[in-house]
């Protein structure tokens, strides 16, 4: 029963309804996502090499804001998730995938516009943003906000938590054959700390985290691509053809090739990146320092370097080291991506997949409680509920059951509470797109 409600959610309507949302934010935007690439990262990334103090009672700053989405949309799903989407779609997948992320950085420019538009302060003073303040403010439809916080905090038990802690278990368990009961105690702990020291410490650790994993990460791929360099170019050739083959990639009917093919690159990128979720209006509005455009134009960054970056150098890293045995590889995604790190660095590929399964893993654990978080504070404001340190303690329970056992259901449950975050989000972007300009 989970399985049909999650293929009739996540089927073709809804991936269509997502490359609707971008096509038209794309064309709002006059195509910036891909004509603006100068004036969008001399913004941000550019921005960096000017940096400019922080005074007291700002918030955080607008690049810990974007590592803290970054780190929500960088997980396991970056290494293991192309590699399964490379095993079912074939090496086309990697082309649509470009294409549901150029796509979805405009849409991601448009809710992080729109969520600081409408955003406003909570009790505390603190930064108020999100999917259901723009459904609430912009489209008078409070109902709509408490039923998409409501799909928010329940998603972040399952997506933030409890699958991301099973990562890192299973990880260190196989890595250096630690009990998952002692893993589970150390990560309650670790996140219980970080995440009880509020959206500042969150932010700051994701600003150490997400840089740092990611080096690591791209310096594997990078390594393990230079091994192989004779491969790059029939690696781009076979998703160049791949991309547009009418030959299916088990042999079968013309033409269902290129439908899995569109089918599970769209889907990678939209699962990877989040564009179209709600969640970079969420982690991108949480900065007072906001200037109109600006940190719609990081949230545009945060989809080109998860997917666009990220996913392709794992793409690239499996089509270089396997060729055409992929196509005749029996694993899962987890296994062939370790499998092709080992290949080209021995045993210490194999240790630093590891070690960045754990870091993108825990980096997404704290994101996602403070996504949960706004979702619960909102749903405060509205109904006069407060149920924060419940939360809490719930949420770091689920990091700890995480740890103990396989993950599938409960993987499945939050990928149906995600569908349905989107589907209110989507709807509101379409009707709020005039409010949206360009940047």
């Avoid at 933030?160 to 009961?181: C, D, H, K």
């Avoid at 949230?299 to 970056?309: G, Q």
Wanted: charged residues 15%.
């Amino acid at each position: 029963m989970i399985s049909v409600i999650h293929e009739w959610i996540w089927g073709p309507g809804m991936l269509a309804l997502f490359l609707a949302a971008g096509a038209l934010y794309s064309v709002r935007l006059k195509g910036y996502a891909i004509l603006g690439f100068p004036k969008w990262w001399r913004a941000t990334v550019g921005s960096l090499w000017k940096k400019k103090e922080q005074k007291n009672g700002e918030g955080i700053s607008q690049f810990q804001s974007a590592c803290t989405a970054l780190a929500a949309t960088i997980g396991t799903g970056n290494i293991a998730g192309v590699a399964t989407a490379l095993l079912a779609g074939g090496p086309g997948a990697v082309f649509w995938m470009w294409v549901s992320a150029f796509l979805g950085m405009a849409t991601a420019y448009g809710e992080t516009e729109l969520g600081i538009r409408y955003r406003r302060k909570d009790r505390e003073g603190n930064w108020l943003s999100g999917p259901m303040m723009y459904l609430e403010r912009g489209l008078s439809c409070r109902w709509a906000g408490i039923l998409y916080a409501g799909f928010c905090m329940i998603a972040s038990f399952g997506m933030g938590s409890m699958v991301q802690a099973n990562a890192i278990s299973e990880t260190f368990e196989f890595a250096f054959s630690l009990p998952p009961f002692l893993i589970g105690i150390g990560l309650t702990v670790l996140a219980g700390r970080i995440i009880a020291g509020g959206v500042g410490t969150i932010a700051r650790t994701a600003e150490k985290m997400v840089p740092l994993s990611a080096g690591i990460y791209m310096a594997a791929s990078l390594a393990v691509i230079a091994v192989f360099r004779e491969q790059i170019l029939p690696a781009f050739a076979m998703i160049f053809k791949d991309a547009f083959s009418f030959s299916s990639v088990s042999g079968g009917i013309a033409g269902f090739g290129v439908s899995k093919c569109v089918r599970f690159g769209i889907a990678r990128g939209v699962f990877s990146n989040e564009a179209g979720l709600g969640s970079m209006a969420m982690l991108n509005g949480g900065t007072a320092r906001a200037e109109k455009g600006v940190q719609g134009q990081w949230a545009m960054f945060e989809v080109f370097f998860d997917t666009i970056v990220s996913c392709t150098l794992t793409a690239v890293v499996i089509l270089c080291a396997m060729g055409e045995e992929i196509f005749s590889f029996s694993g899962n995604g987890a296994e062939l991506t370790s499998l092709c790190f080992t290949k080209g660095l021995g045993h210490l590929g194999g240790y630093t997949v590891s070690v960045c399964v754990a870091l993108f893993a825990f980096a997404t654990i704290i994101a996602w409680y403070y996504m949960g978080k706004q979702a619960v504070t909102y749903l405060r404001e509205a109904m006069g509920i407060d149920i924060s340190a419940l939360y809490m303690a719930g949420y770091l329970t689920a990091v700890f059951l995480g740890c103990l056992g396989p993950m599938e259901k409960v993987w499945e449950i939050s990928d149906i509470f995600n569908g349905l975050m989107a589907l209110p989000n989507l709807a509101a972007l379409i009707l709020l797109v005039r409010k949206v300009e360009h940047p």
